[in-house]
């Protein structure tokens, strides 16, 4: 019996879950059609398509909602403008998914989960790189920042002068340390007289 089993596990605990659902919407979203196993399509297309009808809306509210699932203003912004509007005569029914039979390695059905309504391949393009440019541009700031730091740590290096450490005196036991500590004391008593 099946009571309660409402949401396929797909052998993640819920933290994972959620973020693949979130990564699978996104790659969707972003390229319009993506290929993945027909249990997470299945998963992914029920959180797609209420997205889409908040999209749809394209108020304050909605939008917040959808950050809320994908944390990325652009690619809100571009569900909201771009996407949505194309589903306004729809009342469900925004995706579709192709089985594609199963994967050679495991045997896993594959499918593509792709949105009904597509856009042309050059704003389809244009969409990833825009969002894929930013990543790389806060790569290059993290990696100009890390060189940056090594060359002030080098340049401090270069600046300080260290100082010559100090002669390391002979380790002598404890015996010949006090036979030596009397024998200044004579040497001091005898230039004192």
């Known amino acids: 019996m099946r009571h ?68 990325d203003h652009k690619l809100v912004k571009i569900i909201c403008d771009d996407i949505g509007p194309k589903f306004v005569n729809r009342h469900g029914g925004y995706t579709r998914i192709y089985r594609l039979g199963p994967r050679l390695g495991d045997g896993a059905e594959m499918a593509i989960l792709e949105l009904v309504e597509k856009s042309e391949s050059g704003i389809i393009d244009l969409r990833r790189k825009l969002i894929e440019r930013r990543a790389l541009v806060e790569e290059a700031g993290k990696k100009e920042k890390k060189e940056k730091v090594k ?38 008593k005898k230039g004192r007289k």
């Open 4 to 71: 309660g089993d409402r949401v396929k596990k797909l052998g993640r605990k819920k933290e994972h879950r959620k973020m693949l659902m979130r990564n699978l919407c996104r790659s969707l979203f972003i390229h319009e059609k993506i290929k993945t196993t027909l249990p997470k399509a299945k998963e992914a297309r029920r959180l797609a398509e209420r997205l889409i009808e908040f999209a749809k809306r394209n108020d304050l509210s909605a939008k917040r909602v959808i950050y809320r699932f994908i944390p």
């Open 151 to 188: 060359k002030e740590k080098k340049s401090k290096e270069k600046t300080d002068v260290k100082p010559k450490p100090a002669p390391v005196k002979e380790k002598i036991s404890k015996k010949a340390r006090v036979k030596q500590e009397k024998k200044e004391k004579k040497q001091a």
